[in-house]
């Protein structure tokens, strides 16, 4: 029998393919969706407890090895109406971005080094806006807890690209099912700034799992942004001729 202490020692050792691995099946938990549209209620909470509410509609559509298309539109309030965000996702490095803002009826091309900056307002970077696709980092499996009674490995994951905002990101993967419970963001000041936990897990048809709440506290400011999403359907047709900068002016049906 192996003693338990030597038992640790092999886990982390190999810390870095263990964590990997629990990666890649987290990531297949969000796979196979071929498209994809829900509305979102977006809530900005300052720190004295002001609300602000706004909603959107998100478009998505799968492409092969996770290159996915993405559109992100504001239907409502007025003065943000219109305002869109087209992503073309980069698995391995940073995405392509494009801001839409009405007011100057132009679109501009979101910078590498402006990928850190807050979107929209809210507590979610623009790195935060597309999936967190496998490449972008690397893994090491740190630990195993509870996390609200739900048995966790906790993976510590590093950006491998340049631009990001954060030096680490710790997060806690549900040993059951893989999906992510809670994700901790170290900035570049080796701080601890963010917190974002995932709730109201549901699978779908396709097997395809998603959260219906994503809830990103930065522990900084008191600043809190709340993401819950209604209306979700998949499988709609989108085509990828649709995601452009020219369909990214258009008001979303």
Known sequence: ???????????????????REIAEKAQATQRN????????????VNANKDTVVRHLRNLTIERKNAEDYSIIQ????????GTGLLTYQVPSGDDKQ????????????????NKSGAFMGSEFAFEDISNNTLDRFTYKLIGEEEYEGK?????????????????????????ATHLIHRAEYTDRKKSLLKVMTFNGWQQYKNGTWRAEQMRMENLQTRKVSTLIFSDR?????????????????????
């Open 98 to 113: 494009w801001l839409y803002l009405p007011e100057l009826r132009r679109v501009k091309q979101i910078s590498s080094r």
């Open 33 to 44: 969706f071929v498209d994809e549209s829900v509305t979102t209620t977006m809530y900005l």
């Open 1 to 19: 029998m192996i003693p338990n202490t030597l038992m640790l020692c092999l886990i982390f050792f190999a810390g870095g393919e263990a964590g």
């Open 151 to 175: 048995a966790c490995y906790i993976v510590e994951r590093l950006p491998t690209y340049k631009s990001s905002g954060y030096t680490k990101i710790k997060t806690w993967y549900d040993k």
């Open 74 to 81: 504001f239907l409502n309030p007025p003065d943000v109406r």
């Open 233 to 253: 359907k998949m499988g709609v047709g989108l085509k990828e001729r649709e995601f452009n900068k020219r369909n990214l002016q258009r008001v979303l049906k």
